[in-house]
């Protein structure tokens, strides 16, 4: 817990979200995220989709989990601003690659897709901010 009180030090905009909701939030989008991801796998093992396909799944989902360790662990926000960008990055490749096989799969991952784009943008003003 000592590492996110790090995050209610941070001089945030006035927009920011409360701390408690980021957990609740990424709960529902971890499920969202869990369900397609495995569909995606699924696709992959069955050879309905190629490697190339499966890639940007793949680097999303190890950028998604470095971001906490580097934002509450290292405590670098400019290092933090960069994973976000590649989270949101990795995320619009993956859901353009795989709308031409599995569109529901693009469509469930809307909700993540506004989070990591709020949250980009949350994550930059925050390093801006605190420089």
Do not use: C
Not at 29 to 48: C, D, N, R, T
Not at 50 to 63: D, E, G, K, W
Request: cysteine-free; hydrophobic content about 55%; aromatic content about 20%.
């Amino acid at each position: 817990m000592e590492n996110y009180q790090h995050y209610s030090q941070f001089i945030r905009p006035q927009w920011a979200p409360p701390s408690w909701l980021f957990g609740p939030v990424w709960s529902v989008l971890y499920v969202l995220i869990a369900v397609s991801y495995f569909h995606v796998a699924k696709l992959y093992l069955q050879k309905q989709i190629t490697f190339m396909v499966m890639l940007p799944f793949l680097l999303n989902l190890v950028f998604n989990l470095i971001f906490t360790p580097i934002q509450f662990g290292l405590k670098n926000n400019y290092l933090a601003t960069v994973d976000i960008l590649l989270v949101l990055s990795t995320l619009v490749w993956a859901l353009i690659r795989i709308y031409p096989y599995a569109k529901w799969v693009t469509y469930i991952n809307i909700p993540y897709l506004l989070w990591v784009v709020f949250a980009t943008v949350l994550q930059i003003s925050i390093t801006i901010m605190n420089r």
